[in-house]
């Protein structure tokens, strides 16, 4: 069975150009996690979804943090403008969710670097 | 406010010694624990996790955990550490919302 995949493993751009992250969770997960880790720090949640819906959205700066999770399975967070300080690993995770005994389990995260 | 602490950020040890990792968490309930490897470029594997019954606990790669709730720890060990173990840990408690809150990590180098 396919892990959580994301899309790119990489990314550089210059500030105040948007960008964007893909995740595609486990199939038949419904719980769906965007994780913010800066360098030599633990995960930290942007974001939580359960199917398509935001459940916990209050650690994303939604000045320019958007997210989606359109038909409650792939989902899409992008930044416009980046900003220096966003540089990071953004890490994807998923869940069955319909279960208090289980784990998240982690994509490889995108690396991105603003310069 | 759900927290969890390791206060070891390096640890280095030779292989083939014992080791331990600490995390100390705060949690009003019983929490679910988790402890997850990160190897350099890569995402967080699961090692190991504890929701109920037994306090110690086993994982993948011969890690064992054991939680206290005394002490509000969930302590990682292993017996015998092997050179590919090195890579960065870290601890997570989640609570009924389902949001996992993780510690700074602890980066574990391993000698030859």
């Known amino acids: 069975e396919a892990g959580v995949v994301q899309s790119p493993r990489y990314k550089i751009i210059e500030k105040k150009q948007p960008v964007a992250f893909w995740c595609n969770p486990i199939?038949?997960?419904?719980?769906l996690y965007w994780y913010l880790q800066n360098l030599g720090q633990g995960p930290e949640l942007l974001i939580r979804?359960?199917?398509?819906?935001?459940?916990?959205d209050s650690q994303l700066p939604k000045d320019r943090f958007s997210a989606e999770r359109l038909k409650g399975v792939d989902s899409t967070l992008k930044i416009q403008p980046a900003e220096l300080g966003d540089s990071a690993v953004y890490l994807c995770?998923?869940?069955?969710?319909?279960?208090?005994?289980?784990?998240?389990?982690f994509g490889q995260g995108t690396r991105l670097t603003v310069v | 406010a759900q927290s969890v602490t390791q206060p070891d950020i390096h640890i280095t040890v030779s292989e083939g010694a014992s080791l331990e990792l600490r995390c100390n968490y705060s949690?009003?309930?019983?929490?679910?624990l988790f402890w997850y490897v990160q190897s350099p470029g890569q995402g967080l594997q699961l090692l190991l996790k504890?929701?109920?019954?037994?306090?110690l606990v086993q994982g993948i790669k011969g890690f064992e955990a054991e939680f206290k709730r005394s002490q509000s720890s969930f302590n990682l060990r292993k017996p015998s550490v092997h050179w590919s173990d090195a890579a960065e840990y870290f601890c997570a408690v989640r609570g009924g919302t389902y949001k996992y809150i993780f510690g700074t990590g602890t980066r574990l180098k391993v000698l030859a």
């Open positions: 979804y359960e199917n398509e819906e935001a459940v916990d």
């Open positions: 949690y009003g309930a019983t929490p679910y």
């Open positions: 995770a998923s869940s069955p969710g319909d279960s208090r005994d289980t784990e998240a389990f």
């Open positions: 504890y929701f109920s019954g037994d306090t």
């Open positions: 199939s038949g997960h419904n719980t």
